[in-house]
């Protein structure tokens, strides 16, 4: 099977959808979409016009469905009555206003968008790393899902090979960083990835080592936090014990990358799977 097309993407895709009431059926179109957003990230040095109009098409085409969606939320008893998407729409108190409508497609926009490409690259990204190296893959062989082992080794994934690569943060006071000076308003590219192998804070940076116990910067940092964190580790040790059960093999050494430089993620992972009923 392929990890990314056959477990990653519909997984991830499908718990998303779930929480803001998106129907299985329009899951497909709406995943297009958040990939394509996703990708239309990158510094805009790195994108050429036509990835640029891609995005912008693709960020039009994701507010209009979830436009839609909202609007059948309205209605008692709907299939997304209950749902974040909903919830978003309703006044918090009897006495208060409902945010602008807008504002609820715009944070549900960037649910989509932010908890899909992201997740799907920590699960391929992790099972992949695991099986370039089987010294660490053994360690997890028995693993279940809520196992401090396998929380370790989420952590550690998560540090090797950061789904987000990088953010973008403006100075707002003149400040020095790695004895630089970097004037007020300056626009920074702050590096997940180099920050997570710093030699300065890791022992042997660039080797996986599922039993490490440090942190990492691959879900930012401050006020700004993935609010998605646990809800991705979550799926992570569910997908990768899964996985792990059925003595994953690689049927493909090479693999290619999702052509971005704002996130890490598999196009394809395939693998040899064996039944864990037959073991
Ligand atoms: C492995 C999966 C994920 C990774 C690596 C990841 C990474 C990140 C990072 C690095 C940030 C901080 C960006 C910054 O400070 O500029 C962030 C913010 C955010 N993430 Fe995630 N994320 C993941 C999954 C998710 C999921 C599943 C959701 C939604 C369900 C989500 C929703 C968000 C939101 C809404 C923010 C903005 C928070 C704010 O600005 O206050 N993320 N994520």
Redesign the pocket.
Known sequence: MDVVTDIAQPL?MGV?SH?LGIPTEEQERFRQSAGVVINGMDPNSLVDDQQRRHAAQARITLVQLLRLHLRQADGNGSAVASTVLARLAEPVSPDTDPIPVTEAIATAA??LA??YE??V??ISNGLYALLTHPSQLNRLAAAGPEDQAMHRAVEEI?RYE???QM???IALAPTTVGGRPVPEGTVTVLA?GAANRDPDVYDRPHDLDVTRDTPH?????????????P??RL??RLALAALLRCRPSLVDESVTYVQSAFTRSLQHLRVRLTDPSSQ
Do not use: K, N, Y
């Not at 910067?217 to 964190?229: D, I, N, P, R, V």
């Open positions: 991830a998303i929480l960037q649910l932010a908890g992201t997740t690259g920590l998560l950061p789904p987000v953010t973008v943060r997940f910067l691959s879900f930012g940092l401050g006020s700004h936090f993935c609010l998605g964190a809800l991705a799926e992570a």
